[in-house]
């Protein structure tokens, strides 16, 4: 049933949904109307990650279910387009390295984060993560916009410098998460 305190959880959802659907729209490499169609439902998805957050934090009305889903919903909108994007981007290695360097450290600090999460040890979110996600969100809406929108110029070489500044912030909170945990590792409080 649909509440103003289930908002927050409705939204996580339709990212979780939304997400394949862009892929699609990428894979299939359908410009520009593809593209452009997909970008809109990239830009919703987005919008609603930040949302969800800020009402469930403002309403008070966190959820374990939210907290659970809601980084699951982030980590598969992110590596649904990059591997969107894989299949059609022609930059070779300068679109690769970066994807992979943010595909990594997201499954790497999954699983440290659940590592710790065991241990009763939380890993907030730093802010220079938050720039980082920005990055990520403003790197791949320039990717899956350029050919949708041929007319605006550097779109594309925007999309990839972005996603430079996304994986040169990715390994240092990456690094950051590792050192924390390491940490804990060798010292159980």
């Not at 970066?98 to 802010?127: C, D, H, W």
Request: hydrophobic share 55%; aromatic share 12%; no cysteine.
């Amino acid at each position: 049933m649909f509440t103003i305190a289930s908002l927050p959880n409705w939204m996580t959802v339709i990212r979780i949904a939304i997400a394949p659907l862009i892929a699609v729209l990428v894979w299939s490499d359908i410009q520009p109307l593809g593209y452009q169609f997909a970008l809109y439902l990239y830009t919703v998805a987005s919008i609603t990650d930040y949302i969800d957050g800020y009402v469930a934090r403002k309403l008070n009305v966190v959820s374990p279910f939210g907290e659970m889903l809601d980084p699951v919903a982030d980590k598969l909108l992110i590596a649904s387009v990059l591997l969107a994007l894989a299949s059609v981007e022609t930059s070779g290695w300068i679109f690769m390295v970066p994807a992979l360097i943010i595909l990594i450290r997201e499954f790497m600090i999954s699983g440290l984060r659940e590592y710790l999460a065991k241990q009763n040890i939380s890993t907030p979110v730093t802010n220079l993560a938050k720039w980082k996600t920005t990055a990520q969100i403003l790197a791949l809406g320039f990717l899956i916009g350029a050919p949708g929108f041929p007319s605006f110029p550097f779109a594309h070489e925007v999309g990839l410098a972005l996603l430079w500044i996304a994986a040169i912030l990715t390994i240092q909170t990456g690094s950051g998460y590792v050192k924390d945990a390491f940490r804990h590792v060798r010292n159980p409080q």
